[in-house]
């Protein structure tokens, strides 16, 4: 697998997903505003929000870290990202479960086995 420098941390403790789509004029100000107001969250905690477009070829992710806000980026040429359709607002997402969204890949569709409850053997 190609290296990724500008992405983030498989071992990040607290990511979300924002599943409709936003308006992407919003800034850095204007989606820390939508975690707040919107989902009542505090920006400030250090948790990664990712966000989408209406068309979702495009990510923002904000997250702050320490004395500003990172803001990342990221447009695809010609595909579309895999989005989860909108159930629940948020939903908390796993270091590699991000990257491998940035990736192409459908999260929504990566279960592993379900888990069998059994009583005896025979």
């Known amino acids: 697998m190609k290296p990724r420098y500008l992405r983030p941390s498989r071992s990040m403790p607290e990511i979300y997903l924002y599943r409709e789509p936003i308006d992407f004029r919003k800034q850095a100000n204007g989606l820390a505003v939508l975690i707040e107001q919107e989902l009542g969250q505090n920006p400030f905690t250090g948790a990664l929000y ?24 990221k447009a695809l040429a010609e595909e579309k990202f895999k989005w989860p359709s909108p159930a629940d607002e948020l939903m908390p997402l796993t270091g590699e479960q991000i990257n491998w969204l940035l990736d192409g890949y459908d ?15 025979g």
């Open 50 to 73: 990712a966000f989408t477009n209406r068309q979702r070829n495009k990510i923002k992710c904000l997250m702050w870290e320490d004395n500003g806000f990172i803001l990342y980026y």
């Open 107 to 121: 999260i929504s569709l990566l279960q592993g086995h379900k888990t069998l409850q059994y009583e005896a053997v």
